[in-house]
């Protein structure tokens, strides 16, 4: 079938401007009478999708009318969204994207990405090579094991990545043609997908093991041969196989996994303004944490390396640092604990009961993340407010429901002195006449501008080192005004200001450490700036595209 350039660019998200093409465009395309003759603005065109928009109610429709806008119009998808990312991000990200990705199967107008089965095992690099762009830079690749706190979605679990993506862009200005999201399908055990005519993926069990680890490797050594300047970020793979897959890789190639490092670093960035904001020093918090697993480790870890940063020990900041999971307090003597929990087991009497232990030990901040809804009960909290006149509560498990206590909670059962931030968002509370804002330690404050960072400067390696230092960066632009009113971390609609700024420190230490695959430049902020995606069509070249 013939079709004009034109007619082409009109269906091409990456090139179309819709009624913003200009007379000489429209000419010189042979776009004339294709579209109404008024050319419009993309600010009026942002009008009619918010419009569009308020049609319908439910987030998830919302969701599907912005993925199909992204498969029309990228320009005018990424500039609607970073107008306003405090109303959008929650769209096209959590918590909606939790429910397209649980309905995918059925909500699926045009598949994006790449699926790549266990049974294309062997063909894996033609797969790659199928995909249109030649030097993709960036993935968000998963295999669907844990999406958020809602289990196994397996393939279906691409939408996560896809929403990541979209945040790389949007808030951290990695241009989107260099990104690519992908899904590993090695099976489902949703026995409800497994029942579903219509869920897209494999119709097995999972496949484990060594057969999974193997197709993990095949899966690295082919888009290392493709695209060789790629970083892959893992993500919601279920919590061993991310910390094993993440330690197979983590030191011969770019990768890092943003569950584990990027919710840590935001967890720190969150204790390091409240350090910062309450005037004290960072190694005088002292933590203790509800749940031992993949969450509790990687924000463990990072506080470990943060307080030996600030000048610790790593026997001082092990002693600052405590667990409890599900068979109590995290002791030597236990004989049930894993090897890599041994590290955070303390000389010191076993308990269970989590209350008692915070007036023994004294924690300046309790970290949830076990999964158990209601676990920070008003005993906790009681018992956090004895021990300290600004308890720092942080329940961290997702979704809402299991988070470990709400804000309004935190707030009442503390009278109005703690200070919290939870993984799942809660709305402002009344209390005693103020207005509390809860926290949220959103990882995007941290990954987007991280992907910048690696991105532009073609960075090596993920070091823990460079999360660290984006926590501080974030943790920096929180403002005593935020603060006061309960806010920990940076504004979200300052999203794309906050990146720029710990793009740049991470770029330093990029630079700094050897890692970068490019000269150093005079000014890093310049450089940063000058490979930032900016969502205009003031710099769409058409001239030999589609
Ligand atoms: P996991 O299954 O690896 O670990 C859960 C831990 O909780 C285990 O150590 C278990 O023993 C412990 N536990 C269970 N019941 C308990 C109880 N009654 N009392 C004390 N401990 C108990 O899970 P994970 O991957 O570590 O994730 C934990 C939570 O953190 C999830 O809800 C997840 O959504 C959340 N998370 C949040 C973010 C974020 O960005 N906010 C990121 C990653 C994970």
Redesign the pocket.
């Known amino acids: 079938m013939e079709e004009n350039i034109g007619y082409s660019m009109l269906r091409n998200p990456r090139y179309n401007k819709g009624t913003a093409f200009t007379y000489e465009e429209r000419e010189k395309y042979g776009i004339k009478g294709l579209l109404p003759d008024k050319i419009e603005t993309i600010e009026t065109q942002i009008l009619r999708v918010e419009e569009q928009l308020e049609n319908f109610e439910k987030p998830i429709n919302k969701y599907i009318y912005l993925m199909q806008l992204l498969e029309t119009n990228e320009t005018l998808f990424f500039k609607t969204i970073i107008s306003e990312p405090a109303k959008f991000l929650p769209l096209v990200y959590t918590p909606t994207v939790g429910q397209a990705c649980q309905e995918l199967g059925h909500i699926l107008r045009r598949p994006r990405g790449l699926f790549i089965s266990i049974d294309q095992k062997d063909h894996i690099k033609e797969i790659l090579r199928n995909w249109p762009v030649k030097d993709v830079r960036f993935t968000v690749v998963t295999d669907g094991g ?1 999406i ?2 809602l289990g196994d979605l397996g393939i279906n679990g691409i939408g996560i990545s896809i929403g990541k993506l979209i945040l790389y862009s949007s808030c951290g200005g990695v241009p989107p043609e260099y990104t690519l999201p992908i899904v590993l399908d090695a099976g489902t055990n949703n026995e409800e997908f497994l029942d579903d005519p219509l869920y897209p993926g494999l119709k097995r069990k999972r496949i484990r093991g060594k057969e999974f680890d193997d197709f993990v490797a095949a899966f690295v050594e082919a888009i290392q041969e493709v695209f060789p300047k790629i970083c892959i970020q893992w993500e919601d793979f ?3 196989d ?1 910390i094993r897959i993440l330690n197979s890789y983590r030191d011969n190639i770019c990768t890092f996994n ?3 490092q ?2 840590a670093a ?2 720190t960035a969150g204790f390091i303004s409240i350090s910062r904001l309450m005037e004290k020093s960072f190694k005088d918090q002292r933590f203790l944490f ?9 924000i463990a870890d990072m506080l470990l390396k943060k307080f030996i940063r600030d000048g610790l020990s790593e026997e001082e900041a092990l002693n600052q640092i405590w ?6 307090l995290l002791v030597k003597s236990r004989t049930d604990l894993a090897e890599h ?1 041994l590290q955070f087991a303390h000389d010191s009497d076993p308990s269970d009961n ?1 209350a008692e232990t915070i007036l023994k030990i004294k924690p300046t901040a309790i970290v ?5 809804g209601g ?1 920070f009960n008003s005993q906790v909290i009681e018992n956090m407010s004895a021990v300290n006149e600004r308890p720092i509560i942080f329940p ?4 809402t429901s ?1 988070s470990e206590c709400t804000a309004e909670q935190a707030y009442i059962w503390s009278k109005g002195k703690a200070i919290f931030a ?3 968002p809660f709305p402002p509370v009344l209390y005693d006449g103020k207005t509390f804002t809860p926290g ?4 995007v404050f941290i990954f987007p501008a991280l992907g910048m960072a690696i991105f532009a400067t073609e960075a090596k390696r993920v070091t823990d080192d460079m999360l660290l230092t984006a926590a501080e960066a974030v943790a920096e632009q929180v403002t005593q005004e935020d603060f006061e009113k309960g806010l920990i971390y940076p504004n979200v609609n300052d999203i794309l200001k906050v990146s720029m700024k710990v793009a740049e420190r991470v770029a330093e230490l990029i630079f700094e450490s050897g890692l970068a695959g490019v000269e150093k430049p005079n000014n890093i902020c310049d450089f940063i700036k000058s490979k930032m995606y900016v969502p205009s069509y003031d710099i769409i070249t058409c001239n030999n595209k589609p």
Do not use: E, K
Request: net charge negative; aromatic share 8%; no cysteine.
């Open positions: 844990r958020l706190g279920t919590g061993v991310a943003d569950d584990i990027g919710t935001i967890a509800m749940g031992a697993g993949a969450a509790a480790f990687g667990m409890f999971d599900v068979n109590g929990q989590f949830g993340v076990s999964t158990v676990a961290y498990s997702n979704p299991h939870s993984g799942s949220q330690g959103n990882n």
